[in-house]
């Protein structure tokens, strides 16, 4: 459903004040794992930010802080942001019980007012967070903006490609072009399908040019772009296990391709 809709990020931000109550519990995050020690990061987003010990990191779009909080265990100094209030009570309340000195603000990312007035080394962010911003080139300013010189930007996100087709895959049902907001409302989540919450979202599709242009368009350089036809997250309807930790959508095989990241540098 395509409509005008003025105030997304009120329905956004009650959709993942709903959805935190759900995935803290759920198995597609594991906590137990977590709390024992396992990072919650995958390995294409280990890959790119290398050793963390010692830098300051701003992570956008943070959710309720598994990933701020894995970079903080490996002796990162990090700042969490996310939209959703909810999101950052648990996150703040994680933080405190595993003892570590993460920071978290709630705030929309595109709003320069929220950041701490500091530089970092790695701003980075990743799956499923870009489709939830109206202005990539105001989030791009922002990155710029934030990193130190020299330092970088990480990202790794769901493929654009993916998100032109409907919730089953059988049809491309959206452009792969910015145009209009995708309004949908759903219930449960991609963490537990079966959870009683309904939902409204208001997305937006960015294809990989518009992202890459946005942040050179900054003065950032890029470094590395790559391109992955596998997910390391069982967040899709139909997946199969190819191999421990690596998922593919079962009708489309290794034909389609999941993921990208890439990694840029502020002069």
């Given at each position: 459903?395509?409509i005008?809709?003025h105030y997304p990020?009120?329905?956004?931000?009650?959709t993942w004040?709903?959805?935190t109550?759900?995935?803290?519990d759920?198995?597609?995050y594991?906590?137990p794992s977590f709390?024992?020690?396992?990072?919650?990061?995958t390995s294409?987003e280990k890959?790119?930010?290398g050793?963390?010990?010692?830098?300051s990191?701003?992570?956008l779009?943070?959710?309720?802080g598994?990933?701020?909080l894995?970079l903080a265990?490996?002796?990162?100094?990090?700042?969490?942001i996310?939209?959703?209030d909810?999101?950052?009570?648990?996150a703040?309340?994680?933080?405190?019980?595993?003892?570590?000195?993460?920071?978290f603000i709630?705030?929309?990312?595109l709003?320069?007012?929220?950041?701490?007035?500091?530089k970092?080394?790695?701003?980075f962010?990743?799956?499923?967070?870009i489709g939830?911003?109206?202005?990539?080139?105001?989030?791009?300013?922002?990155?710029?903006?934030?990193l130190n010189?020299?330092?970088?930007?990480?990202f790794?996100?769901f493929?654009?490609?993916?998100?032109?087709?409907?919730?089953?895959?059988?049809?491309?049902?959206?452009?792969?072009?910015?145009?209009?907001p995708?309004?949908?409302?759903?219930?449960?989540?991609?963490?537990d399908?079966q959870a009683a919450?309904q939902?409204?979202s208001v997305?937006?599709n960015?294809g990989?040019?518009s992202v890459?242009?946005?942040?050179?368009?900054?003065?950032l350089?890029?470094?590395s772009?790559e391109e992955f036809?596998?997910?390391p997250h069982?967040?899709?309807?139909?997946?199969e296990?190819i191999?421990?930790?690596?998922?593919?959508i079962?009708?489309?095989?290794d034909?389609?391709?999941?993921?990208?990241?890439?990694?840029?540098?502020?002069?």
């Amino acid at each position: 459903l395509r409509i005008k809709i003025h105030y997304p990020g009120l329905f956004n931000r009650n959709t993942w004040n709903q959805r935190t109550g759900i995935h803290i519990d759920s198995a597609f995050y594991d906590m137990p794992s977590f709390l024992k020690g396992k990072s919650s990061l995958t390995s294409i987003e280990k890959d790119m930010l290398g050793n963390v010990n010692g830098k300051s990191i701003l992570h956008l779009q943070c959710h309720f802080g598994q990933d701020s909080l894995s970079l903080a265990r490996e002796g990162a100094t990090v700042t969490g942001i996310d939209l959703s209030d909810a999101a950052i009570d648990k996150a703040r309340d994680l933080n405190q019980r595993l003892g570590l000195n993460a920071d978290f603000i709630c705030g929309n990312v595109l709003d320069p007012s929220i950041y701490p007035d500091k530089k970092f080394d790695i701003v980075f962010t990743s799956f499923g967070t870009i489709g939830w911003l109206p202005d990539i080139g105001q989030w791009a300013s922002i990155i710029q903006q934030m990193l130190n010189p020299g330092g970088h930007f990480v990202f790794a996100e769901f493929h654009p490609l993916v998100w032109m087709f409907d919730n089953n895959h059988n049809e491309i049902a959206y452009s792969y072009f910015i145009s209009a907001p995708i309004i949908e409302s759903e219930s449960g989540s991609y963490a537990d399908t079966q959870a009683a919450i309904q939902t409204t979202s208001v997305t937006w599709n960015h294809g990989i040019a518009s992202v890459v242009n946005a942040l050179l368009k900054t003065g950032l350089q890029l470094m590395s772009i790559e391109e992955f036809n596998y997910s390391p997250h069982d967040c899709f309807p139909g997946m199969e296990t190819i191999e421990p930790g690596k998922y593919r959508i079962k009708k489309f095989g290794d034909k389609l391709p999941l993921v990208y990241a890439l990694t840029a540098v502020k002069p």
